[in-house]
């Protein structure tokens, strides 16, 4: 039997191919947009994987580092590194902000790391592509190569400058942004030091304070005037574990004789995911679902038009005799043919359009394959229109 569906697609085969163009771009910003929620999930677990630490202890009952502010006395980290299990303990700043070189600014964050030595210190960037790891006490960075900057540029970040003398990849915060790596003293005082006239307006009401003035407490002022110039926090203590120790049973440990608050690394994981990314998630869940329905109505619009435009066809087949479920597969197929032409198109164009855009965008082979099929069972539904119509045609119809 003729099949109708190839005849008619034959037959308008330019209304079908830019139908199923203008399907296949809405599949290619649904893909995109399921990809740059997996871009999130992986940016969260990439910066924990780049932290090389497995227990991160941060300020009591908070969600530190990441997720909320964190403040930590920095000599904490030896009260934490003579713990049973700790194998090493440093500390770490992060905070974003925008570096700047010359006029131009990116938004980064910028990470403070303890001294020591690469690959067994945490919080050091793991690998380079090019250049050196930080090898002095001050003044020299190591960026992602997503900031733009190259080896030798100066950057600024807030009152001094940085030479950069080496480069990494994919070494970025839960959100998207490049990291820049710094020593930890400089780290402080970008995050921690007052501006010197808020230092003097500080010593100013301090000084003019009876509290600090009284008879028998020589040296109280100086103390506090002292303490109000220097930075001595961090926001977050890296742990890793000696071999034989588990991270629950450490963490257990710290908690009870330190009491301060730690994460395992699955427990870090689940506050990313589950608080940072949250809302965004759901976001990116609603416009998949418009965009779900919009596929939908443009797939049933379009088949309906087309076979109304087939109505005496429809009829003189139902007039010799052809079954229903013949009548209604052939519109089926139809509905198929342009959900694979539009899924098609959907897939090349968002594989080409990914690396275009500002954040990670990771489209993953489990996605596709659920898609293609999401995208068959909406052309299923959306033909039911049209086979309802297409069912009540009148054979008379043939002959009038």
């Known amino acids: 039997m003729i099949s109708l569906a190839g005849r008619d697609i034959l037959h308008a085969w330019g209304k079908f191919v830019f139908t199923g163009i203008g399907l296949g771009l809405l599949i290619g910003?649904?893909?995109?947009?399921?990809?740059?929620?997996r871009g999130m999930v992986d940016d969260g677990k990439a910066l924990l994987d780049n932290s090389g630490a497995d227990l991160w202890v941060?300020?009591?009952?908070?969600?530190?580092?990441?997720?909320?502010?964190?403040?930590?006395?920095?000599?904490?980290?030896?009260?934490?590194?003579a713990?049973?299990?700790?194998?090493?303990?440093?500390?770490v700043t992060y905070l974003t902000m925008q570096a700047r070189k010359g006029s131009h600014d990116i938004r980064s964050m910028v990470v403070g790391i303890a001294p020591g030595e690469f690959g067994t210190t945490p919080g050091w960037p793991p690998y380079l592509v090019a250049?050196?790891?930080?090898?002095?006490?001050?003044?020299?960075?190591?960026?992602?190569?997503?900031?733009?900057?190259?080896?030798?540029?100066?950057?600024?970040i807030r009152r001094n400058h940085y030479t950069v003398v080496g480069l990494t990849r994919r070494m970025v915060s839960s959100s998207g942004d490049p990291m820049i790596f710094i020593p930890l003293k400089d780290a402080q005082e970008a995050q921690f030091l007052k501006?010197?006239?808020?230092?003097?307006?500080?010593?100013?009401?301090?000084?003019?304070?009876?509290?600090f003035n009284r008879p028998g407490t020589p040296g109280l002022l100086d103390a506090v005037l002292a303490s109000q110039s220097t930075n001595t926090f961090v926001n977050a203590v890296l742990v890793t574990l000696q071999p034989g120790h588990t991270p629950e049973d450490v963490a257990a440990s710290i908690r009870r004789w330190k009491r301060l608050t730690v994460y395992t690394r699955a427990q870090m994981e689940a506050i990313l995911i589950d608080k940072l990314i949250a809302t965004s998630a759901k976001q990116i869940a609603m416009f998949l679902m418009i965009l779900a329905i919009v596929s939908a109505a443009i797939v049933a619009f379009i088949i309906y038009s087309l076979t109304m435009d087939k109505i005496r066809e429809i009829a003189v087949l139902k007039l010799i005799g052809t079954r229903n479920r013949t009548i209604a597969s052939m519109i089926v197929q139809q509905a198929l043919a342009l959900g694979v032409?539009?899924?098609?198109v959907g897939k090349i164009a968002a594989t080409?359009?990914?690396?275009?855009?500002?954040?990670?965008?990771?489209?993953?082979?489990?996605d596709s394959i659920a898609g293609f099929f999401a995208v068959?069972?909406?052309?299923?539904?959306?033909?039911?229109?049209?086979?309802?119509?297409?069912?009540k045609v009148d054979p008379a119809e043939a002959i009038g």
């Open 341 to 344: 032409i539009g899924f098609v």
């Open 195 to 211: 501006d010197n006239d808020a230092i003097w307006q500080s010593r100013r009401r301090t000084t003019a304070n009876p509290a």
């Open 83 to 91: 713990m049973p299990g700790v194998a090493q303990a440093a500390n």
């Open 352 to 366: 080409f359009s990914a690396p275009l855009f500002p954040k990670y965008v990771l489209l993953v082979p489990s």
């Open 29 to 37: 910003v649904t893909l995109v947009m399921a990809g740059v929620y």
């Open 376 to 391: 068959l069972a909406i052309c299923i539904l959306a033909s039911i229109v049209a086979i309802r119509m297409a069912l």
């Open 58 to 81: 941060v300020q009591k009952d908070t969600l530190g580092p990441y997720a909320e502010p964190s403040s930590l006395p920095d000599d904490a980290y030896r009260a934490v590194l």
């Open 131 to 156: 250049g050196r790891q930080i090898t002095r006490g001050h003044y020299e960075a190591v960026a992602d190569a997503a900031t733009g900057f190259r080896l030798g540029d100066s950057i600024a």
